[in-house]
């Protein structure tokens, strides 16, 4: 039998604040769903243009330079789920 205490829950809270604050794609309570979504797309193509064997592979899937294909991913970089929804103020 498991018993949570009060100070368990608190230190579990207090890490994952403290790793929501370090690392900015990992959220926090008042982040939209866009806004995960673009930190996820734009983490994802961060990865591609990182990776040497992964740009490769998109380009010759693309049928395309791979610098084209960085550049591209640069670009999409900017919006890469579009624009952002507009919110309703309350």
């Given at each position: 039998?498991?018993?949570?205490?009060?100070?368990?829950?608190?230190?579990?809270?207090?890490?994952?604040?403290?790793?929501?604050?370090?690392?900015?794609?990992?959220?926090?309570?008042?982040?939209?769903?866009?806004?995960?979504?673009?930190?996820?797309?734009?983490?994802?193509?961060?990865?591609?243009?990182?990776?040497?064997?992964?740009?490769?592979?998109?380009?010759?899937?693309?049928?395309?330079?791979?610098?084209?294909?960085?550049?591209?991913?640069m670009?999409?970089?900017?919006?890469?789920?579009?624009?952002?929804?507009?919110?309703?103020?309350d």
């Amino acid at each position: 039998m498991v018993c949570w205490q009060a100070s368990d829950r608190f230190n579990i809270n207090s890490q994952l604040e403290h790793l929501q604050a370090k690392y900015v794609g990992t959220g926090h309570a008042d982040m939209s769903r866009f806004e995960w979504a673009v930190n996820i797309q734009r983490d994802s193509y961060a990865s591609y243009v990182g990776h040497y064997p992964m740009l490769a592979y998109f380009a010759i899937a693309e049928n395309e330079s791979i610098g084209r294909e960085r550049y591209n991913f640069m670009q999409k970089m900017l919006l890469p789920c579009g624009l952002p929804p507009e919110r309703e103020e309350d």
